[in-house]
């Protein structure tokens, strides 16, 4: 028993000692976290008052930045008030003195002139005071004289107005004085007939003529309906499209510094150059340069000046006058445009003389491919040469031979056609070496041979223009584009109907590229009087038979004149005689074709026509 109550007061002490030590721990634990609160308190209570302080001074600080700027401000507005009533002020001083100092000037001149005027009433009171009656009557006398005599001389002036412009000539009387080289006969349509054909004058047969209305000189093909939309195709669209430079579409009458259109060929650079030359020539816009006075011999002395200008020149030596200028230049490039096909074709005399006389300045590339200058044949129809053509040959057949002889001067016989030398020596003469130069004199010639800086006829002129067009297919659109530059705009009657007339005499040569031909077709619409329907048939029957070989002949210059279709004469076997119209386009067998159709011929094998022009 008494073990278990010293058991139980030893476990009281025990829970007693415990509670104690336990009470003291949680007590000094207590403490330490109190005093730590109390120093976290103590630091954040410090921090608060700060920021709060940091706050209320950065918001005076604005505060007084806002009341000084609005002080500097405010002092600002009054100062630019009074600098500008200051600046008032004296610009209305200044503006007022410089009136005074004017009106004082008005008012001097005016104290001037009032004096002037009045010492001169005075003059002329005191010489009224001083004169006689008598002399106041002659004064009149003469002043009704003077006043007489200026009236009689305006009435004159009037009337020479009046007279002039009575006496201006009309549109026909125009083309007539631009063809007046034409003969009043042509075609041979009368005169001796040929050798061959004097049996025909023997026979006096009706001839059956064939309305040109009712017989066509080729099928008609189907026409397009896009004719109406030419509108969007002008002229001035395609200048501003591919022009060079700051060329326009417009008249001018000076000479170009490059061509219109691009080319890589500076062989075509040149050429272009001089066909604008001789383009100006032709419509007048420049003056014919001086014939160049120059030694003759006692041979030439006695010569017609017409047969001295002809003498050793050939047409095919102006054409192909700018080759040797290329002579140091690099090896051009092949032509940008493709050549035509040719098919079935015969090669024309007047192309073959043009390269024959190019091969002694012809660059090494050119003699390699000889194809670059050949005239571009073919064409949706094919088509033969012709009659020029054939005439030429059965003429050069005697000196062919001959061809590498030297050349010789020899008297020619006068010619109503200016037709190529007879001897064929004189294609191996070398050509006239010509230079463009910067300040627009062109055409110095040097050496042998003609040059184009001479007074040229208007036939000259056409075949230089048409042969440049012939040999080089990359010219056809630059030739196309300098005479449709020359008509628009232009203001000069005599210019502006002779460029249409070169355009016309154009049309029935050589076509003009894919590029352009719409271009060209919205042109021709409005040409004057009856050129608009007259180029345009032209136009369309040169696509359809393709470039011709030979420049045109007399007999079409003078259709062109009348703007009619040319009418030749067709002798058949049997004796009678045929008139048949033809155009520059027709061919041989558009004509045998007619012919067969009139006659209602079957059989057409080995027929074909065979033309006489003054024994050639």
């Not at 014939?291 to 050793?312: A, C, H, N, W, Y």
Request: net charge positive; proline share 5%.
């Amino acid at each position: 028993m008494l073990e278990l109550e010293r058991m139980k007061e030893l476990n009281e002490k025990a829970l007693l000692i415990q509670k104690v030590l336990r009470g003291y721990r949680y007590r000094r634990e207590y403490l330490r976290k109190k005093a730590a609160a109390l120093v976290i308190q103590k630091h954040w209570r410090g921090h608060k008052g700060r920021k709060l302080y940091k706050v209320v001074q950065h918001g005076f600080a604005r505060l007084q930045a806002q009341v000084r700027s609005r002080q500097l401000h405010f002092l600002y507005k009054k100062k630019r008030e009074a600098a500008v009533v200051l600046q008032a002020r004296v610009r209305g001083y200044l503006a007022k003195k410089e009136w005074k100092r004017k009106r004082d000037a008005v008012i001097l001149l005016q104290a001037h002139t009032r004096g002037g005027l009045a010492r001169k009433s005075v003059r002329k009171m005191k010489t009224d005071m001083y004169l006689s009656a008598k002399e106041k009557e002659e004064e009149r006398r003469v002043i009704l004289e003077r006043q007489k005599h200026l009236e009689e001389v305006l009435r004159r002036k009037k009337e020479m107005e009046a007279k002039a412009q009575n006496e201006a000539i009309t549109d026909q009387e125009m083309v007539d004085s631009i063809f007046d080289f034409l003969p009043v006969v042509v075609g041979g349509q009368e005169g001796q007939a040929p050798v061959g054909f004097e049996k025909f004058e023997l026979k006096k047969t009706i001839t059956e003529e064939i309305d040109i209305d009712d017989v066509p000189m080729e099928e008609d093909l189907p026409r397009g309906d896009d004719d109406d939309d030419l509108d969007e195709y002008s002229f001035s669209k395609f200048a501003s499209m591919y022009f060079q430079g700051a060329a326009t579409h417009t008249h001018i009458r000076q000479r170009l510094r490059q061509p219109l259109l691009y080319h890589e060929d500076q062989g075509d650079v040149l050429a272009s150059m001089t066909v604008w030359w001789i383009i100006l020539r032709f419509l007048g816009d420049l003056p014919e340069p001086k014939k160049q006075v120059r030694g003759s011999s006692t041979q030439e002395r006695f010569m017609p000046q017409e047969l001295i200008s002809r003498k050793d020149r050939r047409l095919s030596h102006m054409v192909g006058l700018d080759q040797r200028v290329l002579r140091n230049k690099k090896e051009r490039k092949a032509s940008t445009l493709p050549e035509e096909p040719g098919q079935n074709r015969k090669g024309s005399m007047f192309t073959d003389l043009l390269a024959r006389n190019r091969k002694p300045s012809a660059l090494p590339a050119e003699a390699a491919n000889p194809k670059v200058y050949t005239v571009p044949e073919g064409s949706p129809r094919t088509r033969k040469g012709s009659t020029f053509t054939d005439l030429l040959i059965r003429n050069k057949k005697a000196s062919t031979a001959t061809e590498n002889a030297p050349p010789t001067s020899s008297l020619r016989k006068p010619s109503i056609i200016m037709e190529e030398s007879d001897d064929l020596t004189e294609v191996s003469k070398p050509p006239t070496l010509q230079s463009v130069k910067e300040d627009g004199d062109l055409m110095e010639g040097e050496g042998e041979g003609p040059t184009l800086d001479r007074p040229l006829t208007s036939l000259e002129k056409l075949h230089i223009i048409v042969g440049y067009a012939i040999v080089r297919r990359d010219l056809r659109d630059e030739i196309y584009c300098q005479i449709c530059k020359q008509l628009q705009d232009n203001n000069n009657r005599n210019s502006y109907f002779r460029g249409w007339i070169l355009l016309s005499l154009c049309l029935g040569v050589f076509p003009p590229s894919d590029r352009f031909i719409r271009y060209l077709q919205s042109f021709i619409r409005f040409a004057p009087g009856g050129y608009a329907p007259y180029c345009a048939e032209r136009l369309r029957r040169t696509l359809l038979n393709g470039v011709r070989g030979e420049p045109p002949a007399w007999l079409e210059l003078q259709a062109t004149k009348t703007k009619k279709p040319m009418i030749v004469s067709v002798n058949l076997m049997d004796g009678r005689s045929i008139n048949l119209p033809v155009d520059s386009s027709s061919t041989s067998r558009e004509i045998c074709q007619l012919l067969s159709n009139k006659i209602k011929l079957k059989d057409t094998f080995g027929f074909s026509v065979y033309v006489a022009l003054y024994e050639k």
